[in-house]
């Protein structure tokens, strides 16, 4: 067994978000590569993805909430410093 195999991922879906990829999944490969996959096949498709994509689409969600923040934060610093009686 690999050592990515173990790896958890970082992102779950509940069950029934986890049937909806897998069956979007399934409809993609059918549709554009016609590749008829079994709900076993998509399933390690989707866990691939979970384990080894999710993080970048994870942290880059994260490094853009931290730029939405600071910008707020400063926002509100300037508006507090604007009430500061002389």
Same mark, same amino acid.
Do not use: C
């Given at each position: 067994?690999?050592? /990515?195999? !173990? ?13 909806? /990829? ?7 490969? /059918?549709?554009? &590569?016609?590749?008829?996959? +079994?709900? &076993? ?7 691939? &993805?979970?384990?080894? %994509? ?6 880059? /969600?994260?490094?853009? !909430? ?6 707020? &934060?400063? +926002? %509100? ?10």
């Amino acid at each position: 067994m690999s050592r /990515a195999r !173990t790896r958890a991922p970082i992102l779950t879906l509940t069950p029934e978000q986890e049937q909806d /990829a897998i069956h979007k999944l399934k409809r993609l490969f /059918a549709e554009r &590569f016609e590749l008829e996959l +079994g709900t &076993f096949e998509v399933a390690e498709v989707l866990e691939l &993805f979970s384990r080894e %994509i999710a993080p970048h689409y994870y942290n880059r /969600a994260i490094f853009d !909430t931290q730029a939405l923040l600071k910008e707020r &934060f400063e +926002g %509100i610093e300037s508006d507090v410093w604007a009430l500061e009686k002389d």
